[in-house]
Each structure stands twice: as C-alpha cells, then as structure tokens.
C-alpha cells in the first residue's frame, strides 16, 4: 500500500474508533481545555488525511496523463502488480474529477452551514438589541420574560441576554458569576469554534467523529466557562445560579447559555472537582494522544518509503 492509502485507513479509524475513546478519556472535564485540544486535533488529523491523500492521488493522476503511464498511477495507489491493465488516460482523468467534485461538494455544503449558523446567531442578537433594554453591563441585554434564563450570541457587537425572570431569581454574586460564564464564552470565541463543528457535524452527519466531537466541545467549552466564572466569583454563586437556571426551558440553538448543556455533570464537577493528581493524569494521557495523533501521518509516510 502506499502512502495515499494508509492516510485514507488513517483518517477512516479515526472517524469511527476515536470518538469512543475520546468520550471516555475527556468526560470527567478534569482538564477541559486539553480535552477540546484533543478533539480538535484527532478532528484536524483525519480532515487532513483525507486532503492529503486526495492530493498525493491528484498528483500521481496529473503525472500519469504527462507520461502516459496512468497505470502505473493505480498500481502506485493501490499496491497493484505493475502489469495489471488498467485504463489509462481516461482512470486518470475519472480519478481527479471525482475527487475535486466530491471534495468541492462538501466544502460547499460545511460553507453553507456555518455561513447560516453565522447569520443566524448574528440576526439573535440583533434582535435582542431591539427587543431589550441595555443595562450598565457592556453587551448585557434584559428581556422581559417570566422563566430565568442567561446566554450570549455572537454578532456585531455580542450580546448577553438576561431575562426578568433570572433577575428575580439570582441574587447579586450569582449574577455576577452567571454573566462571567458568558463573558468567557464570547472572550474565548466559544461560538465560532461551535459553529464550525456544528457545520461539519450537520455536512458530514454519517462520520461519527463529527456529531460526537460537536456535541463532546460543547460540553468541554461549558466547563472552560465554568472554571473562568469560578476563579472570579467563587464556586458556590457558580453552582447556585446554575442550579438556580437549570429547568425545562427552550433556548435558542444560536446561543450558549450557562444552564443550558450538561448542568448535571457540571454541578458535580463544580461540587467535587478533580485533584491536581487526576489533572496531571489526565493531561499527560490526553497530550499523549494529541502527539502519537500528528506523529501518525509522518511514521506511516516514513514506512511506506
């Protein structure tokens, strides 16, 4: 086999074996930033392999129609003996056809979907702005509404929404950690990094790599926030304006809001959170798993010549 086709074995057990395994080693949130620095790495690996692999073929394709030798293309490619008859000019320009069409389709398609996702959240906090009253806080909007609800959408500028009801709900220091949680969504470009992964989850909905890292972030960006609110305000007005939040309540897809995605599992980390000793661990498997993930391509490169 050639280096083509390894990177495509690579990057396909990436896509079905990694998301289990990653689920396991980053659900604790003991070191949320190093989870989503996993994801996003095994993510960028097997989008990369496939992009690497469609290049070396395009390359080997564009070489066969110069030399006329396009079977020895295919031979390369796959491992094939040398003699084996093969079509020659007409494989070659079949092979680079399908591979930029089907590459062009699907940039298309994850274009389109974050483009809409942008537009979407953009148009929420619009919005907001009108429907709201500004506050004395930069970018927090209150609206009236009976159920107590916080989130931010990204626009031009950002908007932190609060209703009435959460206002009633949270006392002074709960609010004050509540909206550093969304502060550190927007100060962190949680919402762009989302939108990309929902793009490519709703493109690309077959490979379980992305639904499952879309879904994985999320979680992990929840926690990022978590940590930031609480080194400022403190652990418990953190965990009791989420539990304050926490309830049936429909928020906008656009949006992330503090009680708004896996509030159990984050109570309890907020409650009992890890050790320095479970952080180290977990940090030195996960940065394990992000160096043998880019070392990957160069090994199999180095045994295929």
Not at 116 to 126: D, I, K, P, T
Not at 167 to 174: G, H, K
Not at 235 to 245: E, Q, V
Request: aromatic share 4%; hydrophobic share 55%; net charge positive.
């Amino acid at each position: 086999m050639t280096t083509a086709l390894w990177l495509v074995v690579y990057g396909g057990v990436l896509t079905w074996l990694a998301p289990p395994l990653l689920k396991r080693l980053t659900r604790s949130g003991a070191t949320p930033h190093m989870g989503i620095a996993a994801w996003l790495t095994v993510l960028a690996a097997a989008l990369l392999s496939w992009i690497g692999a469609v290049a070396l073929g395009a390359v080997a394709a564009v070489d066969g129609i110069k030399d006329s030798s396009a079977v020895t293309l295919c031979l390369k490619l796959f491992g094939l003996d040398q003699r084996a008859p093969l079509p020659g000019l007409l494989g070659s320009v079949v092979l680079i056809v399908t591979a930029v069409a089907v590459s062009a389709v699907v940039l298309r398609r994850v274009g389109r979907s974050v483009l809409g996702l942008r537009a979407r959240s953009h148009e929420h906090a619009r919005e907001a702005r009108m429907i709201g009253h500004p506050t004395d806080r930069p970018g927090v909007i209150v609206v009236d509404a009976h159920r107590p609800a916080a989130y931010c959408v990204a626009g031009k500028p950002n908007a932190i929404v609060v209703t009435t009801g959460a206002l009633d709900a949270l006392d002074r220091s709960q609010l004050s950690a509540v909206l550093a949680h969304e502060n550190a969504h927007i100060a962190g470009h949680h919402h762009q990094v989302l939108m990309v992964l929902r793009g490519l989850a709703t493109s690309l909905p077959r490979l379980p790599l992305f639904p499952a890292a879309a879904d994985a972030v999320a979680d992990l960006l929840e926690m990022c926030a978590d940590d930031a609110a609480a080194r400022r305000f403190g652990t418990r007005p953190l965990l009791a304006g989420l539990l304050t939040l926490a309830g049936p309540q429909r928020l906008p897809a656009d949006g992330l809001a503090a009680a708004g995605t896996a509030v159990l599992a984050r109570a309890l980390r907020l409650a009992d959170p890890a050790q320095p000793g479970m952080q180290w661990r977990q940090r030195i498997v996960l940065g394990a798993t992000i160096v043998s993930t880019v070392s990957a391509p160069a090994v199999i490169d180095l045994l295929c010549h």
